[in-house]
């Protein structure tokens, strides 16, 4: 069964340091989202993504963070400076077409900023 | 603004107790409505989703859940739940004609089962 993986997955950056997650949707996939869950609070929702643009960002999604599909398979975001409050578990999710909106997610990766 | 509500934080049931976690969401228009599960150490995945038709509808492992429209609820039921359920489950809409699709969650019952 196909599935979304995301790498790495753990990452640990020093505050102020840039740091690229990635991801790899479902291939036959258009619409890619990321979302993060700080550590016991719900998962959020920050940015998604169709047809090589943002099709809509949280309030969480400043200008630190950007998203880019660099090839026909990888889908990533940057967070340009980061801050010890970034930390979090990223989530990738990807979906297809279909009517029910159905997300696959992959993984995660714990980013932890020190 | 758009909200999911979970009445559970933590629920603690012994095997073969039956289980029901309550989904609460604020949005007047149509939504589509899913349940997610995290296993311990593992990603979220889907139990079940609603988003036309029989407002009750059943998922894996023997879970379901009904929509309830003039409540805006979406409760999660299973009639004996098992040590393997142990997990946190994750209430989560998306309004439908948003472009971007985004999932909206609740904020997760953490659910432990004692043998």
């Known amino acids: 069964e196909p599935e979304v993986t995301q790498t790495p997955s753990h990452q640990v950056t020093q505050m102020g340091q840039e740091v690229i997650l990635r991801c790899v949707p479902i291939s036959n996939h258009l619409y890619f989202y990321w979302y993060r869950q700080i550590l016991g609070q719900k998962v959020e929702f920050l940015v998604s993504f169709y047809n090589n643009e943002i099709s809509e960002k949280s309030e969480i999604f400043d200008d630190q963070f950007s998203v880019e599909r660099p090839d026909g398979s990888n889908f990533t975001l940057k967070i340009r400076s980061t801050k010890l409050e970034d930390s979090a578990m990223y989530f990738c999710?990807?979906?297809?077409?279909?009517?029910?909106?159905?997300?696959?997610f992959g993984p995660g990766t714990r980013l932890t900023v020190t | 603004a758009q909200s999911v509500s979970q009445h559970n934080h933590h629920v603690i049931l012994s095997e073969a107790a039956s289980l029901e976690l309550g989904c609460n969401y604020s949005?007047?228009?149509?939504?589509?409505l899913f349940w997610y599960v995290q296993y311990p150490g593992q990603h979220l995945q889907l139990l079940l989703k609603y988003f036309s038709g029989d407002p009750l509808v059943k998922g894996i492992k023997g879970f379901e859940a009904e929509f309830i429209k003039s409540k805006f609820s979406f409760n999660l039921r299973k009639p004996s739940v098992q040590w393997s359920d142990t997990a946190e489950y994750f209430c989560?809409?998306?309004?439908?004609?948003?472009?971007?699709?985004?999932?909206?969650f609740g904020q997760g019952t953490e659910l432990s089962v004692k043998p």
């Open positions: 949005y007047g228009g149509t939504v589509n």
């Open positions: 999710a990807s979906r297809g077409t279909s009517g029910s909106y159905e997300q696959y």
């Open positions: 989560a809409v998306v309004i439908r004609g948003n472009q971007g699709g985004k999932l909206i």
